[in-house]
């Protein structure tokens, strides 16, 4: 394999080691066969296992969710994808009232074990219906588990534990970050979902971040180590399960709490995190907590103004200098 490997290469490959290692695993979508998939994450898959494992679906975001529940509960492993996490909404039904209760309502007899791929999150100017953050969502709905990588080396490793995972997993893309390169990870790398990743040592505030908003701490992590402020920087890398342990014993090391999150204030998963540490970590704290979001608006489609709306670098030091001023 190649010194670097692109966040959208990883996601094929990711899919492909799954499909090689288990023949139950099926792939299921808009546009994932020949085309490749519209953001090009399904490249090659079709080529190497044909029409019998790679399934072109109709536009019908029911009929992809409903089909993989279906094969999920008689056996398979499916791997269904919804071109833009937008369009969750599309087949909510399936995935907040069937998918995450079946095991629950059978007493245990049937299993579910599907990952919904989703192209998640702004920053490319797609518009109000083509560039939320929806992991926020998911959130809200218990038997679900929320994966959101940031590196193609935990998209290859999540997703190995999303697939083997016997309960759904929701595994969000980020558009922004798919021609990001990393290293490519060894061929038996599986990122046990619910582990959360110290990024960047610091001993002055914890940065929590996910996703795409990952990088953007690292900058201003960077940035404000020219001031002479160190920040520790998580990687969420999973909403559920939430790896509180990691960012509490950061929090023992830092006492000042930051989150980064792309979904809007209201009901984003930092007001859950925040809340657990409210309740677990209290003592810990030095400062305030602060929560650096999303504005709660429609995403503009103008760059300069999605800017506004979605956090940066200089919105998350201007917060850490506050704090460290507290």
């Avoid at 996703?211 to 701490?217: E, F, L, N, R, T």
């Avoid at 180590?225 to 929090?251: F, I, N, Q, Y």
């Amino acid at each position: 394999m190649a010194d670097v490997i692109s966040y959208r290469e990883a996601v094929a490959e990711g899919i492909a080691r799954e499909m090689r290692r288990d023949p139950s695993v099926v792939c299921l979508g808009e546009d994932i066969g020949e085309a490749g998939g519209v953001f090009k994450t399904t490249a090659g898959l079709f080529k190497e296992f044909g029409p019998e494992r790679v399934w072109d679906t109709p536009i019908s975001e029911q009929a992809i969710v409903g089909a993989a529940m279906g094969a999920a509960m008689t056996g398979m492993r499916p791997v269904a994808e919804i071109m833009f996490s937008d369009f969750l909404a599309c087949c909510w039904d399936y995935l907040a009232n069937e998918i995450p209760k079946v095991r629950y309502m059978t007493g245990g007899q049937v299993i579910v074990p599907l990952v919904v791929r989703t192209a998640n999150g702004g920053g490319l100017g797609f518009g109000a219906q083509h560039s939320q953050a929806t992991e926020n969502w998911a959130l809200t709905v218990p038997g679900l588990k929320i994966a959101a990588p940031a590196t193609p080396a935990d998209v290859i490793g999540m997703m190995a534990a999303a697939v083997r995972s016997d309960d759904p997993v929701v595994f969000f893309e980020h558009k922004g970050l798919l021609a990001s390169k990393g290293a490519p990870p060894p061929g038996d790398h599986v990122v046990e979902l619910g582990r959360a990743a110290v990024v960047r040592e610091g001993a002055d505030v914890t940065l929590v971040a996910l996703a795409s908003m990952v990088p953007v701490a690292l900058r201003a992590a960077e940035l404000l180590s020219g001031e002479g402020v160190e920040a520790e920087v998580v990687d969420l890398r999973c909403l559920v399960p939430l790896d509180v342990t990691t960012v509490l014993t950061s929090l023992g090391r830092t006492s000042r709490l930051v989150t980064v999150e792309e979904n809007p204030y209201q009901g984003g998963w930092g007001a859950t995190l925040v809340s657990v540490v409210a309740d677990e970590g209290f003592t810990l704290l030095d400062a305030p907590v602060r929560r650096v979001t999303g504005e709660c608006v429609p995403l503009p489609f103008a760059d300069a103004l999605e800017e506004r709306v979605i956090p940066t670098v200089d919105k998350v030091v201007a917060a850490v200098r506050g704090l460290a001023a507290y």
